[in-house]
């Protein structure tokens, strides 16, 4: 046991009372004076470090918890520990015997003992939750890869009509480029002209491999700042073709030209790609077929993004269960679209639900915090 003075009478005992208790309690405890100095350790605190408990009597805190400064500090007295340092997730470090840091979770009470103030830290060790997040995550962007994925069949016919425009336009002003030349090799400025249609239809071509290229990419994003209304613009461009061959009208009512979400694009992209689909499968042989997407302020500090359609509505048993998995009311569906996009949702912070429009027709509701 870590050595500790030992006085007469009621400190002695709530000493030795304290000392019970820490042995009782499965986290790891340390009792460190105001001078910073560790003067007992529990087991628990031992195994977390890497020490003999009885060798941890003595040693600066500072050498356990590089970070603890401004953590550590009550009233007028203070454990006098080195600055924070900060791990890249802004999680508190910790330091073991071998020097190797790990991310730790720090609890401070301080308590008056032998007529001084006394501090308990509670170190709990966060790599295994941190390992744990990263795990979810990676299964995460594996179902989101694999709906993008089939994302991406579903809209081939779109993507490919994209395509065929801008390529189809480099081919017609290359050709009447070279008649020009043989013909008049002087007149500059029309092939100028031509030469920057060219460049422009390159361009376009260029964006919507690139959108192709971001939806197949299996790979961990930072999260960023995104205009709402841009996200719905774009989302509309890669899937516009398609709506039209299906013969699906569709309106913009974009009300939040500057208001911005964190967010990764692609996967909110997905989101929004998902739904516009499932609209278009709702309304299909419906003599009217009308998807509107919306956006506006929602509660205070959110943004909301509505996509409606014109179809049968949702019946009123399934609003909720058509976000759980392998729920699908498409013949040949697998009923992951949705799910995999309450699953993205909540890792932005935002929520989504469903709901049958007076006039008929459902709307799906998106809702992400507006970032400050």
């Known amino acids: 046991m870590a050595a500790m003075n030992q006085d007469d009478g009621a400190d002695s005992r709530a000493v030795q009372l304290l000392c019970a208790v820490f042995e009782a309690v499965p986290m790891a405890l340390l009792l460190v004076d105001p001078e910073g100095t560790i003067r007992h350790a529990n087991h628990r605190a031992a195994s977390l470090f890497d020490y003999e408990r009885h060798d941890m009597a003595g040693l600066a805190c500072t050498q356990l918890l590089p970070d603890a400064s401004s953590e550590v500090r009550t009233g007028r007295a203070s454990v006098p520990v080195s600055s924070p340092r900060r791990s890249a997730g802004n999680d508190l470090m910790a330091r073991r015997r071998s020097g190797d840091e790990f991310p730790a979770e720090l609890l401070v009470h301080a308590l008056a003992l032998e007529g001084r103030p006394h501090f308990v830290l509670a170190v709990n060790d966060l790599a295994e939750m941190r390992n744990a997040e990263r795990e979810v995550a990676a299964e995460r962007e594996s179902m989101a890869h694999m709906s993008r994925v089939t994302l991406v069949g579903e809209i081939s016919g779109s993507l490919a009509h994209e395509l065929n425009q801008p390529l189809a336009a480099i081919l017609s002003n290359a050709q009447a480029a070279l008649r020009l030349l043989r013909r008049d090799p002087g007149e500059i400025t029309d092939i100028r002209e031509i030469l920057e249609d060219i460049v422009e239809n390159d361009r376009r071509a260029g964006e919507v491999i690139s959108r192709l290229r971001s939806l197949l990419r299996r790979e961990f994003r930072s999260f960023g700042p995104l205009v709402v209304d841009e996200l719905v613009h774009d989302s509309i461009r890669i899937i516009r073709n398609d709506l039209i061959n299906r013969g699906v009208e569709y309106r913009l009512d974009l009300g939040v030209p500057i208001s911005r979400v964190q967010g990764d694009p692609v996967q909110l992209q997905q989101v929004l790609l998902?739904?516009?689909?499932?609209?278009?499968?709702?309304?299909?042989?419906?003599?009217?077929?009308?998807?509107?997407?919306?956006?506006?302020?929602?509660?205070?500090?959110?943004?909301?993004?509505?996509?409606c359609d014109t179809g049968p509505g949702i019946h009123a048993e399934r609003l909720e269960s058509i976000f759980l998995p392998f729920q699908s009311t498409k013949l040949d569906g697998m009923g992951m679209g949705l799910a995999i996009c309450r699953t993205l949702l909540r890792a932005h912070g935002g929520r989504i639900h469903a709901a049958n429009l007076a006039g008929g027709g459902a709307v799906f509701c998106v809702e992400l915090p507006i970032l400050e």
Do not use: F, H, K, S
Not at 280 to 295: I, N, W, Y
């Open 274 to 307: 998902n739904l516009v689909l499932n609209a278009c499968d709702a309304m299909e042989g419906q003599p009217r077929r009308v998807l509107t997407l919306r956006t506006e302020a929602a509660d205070a500090g959110w943004i909301r993004v509505e996509v």
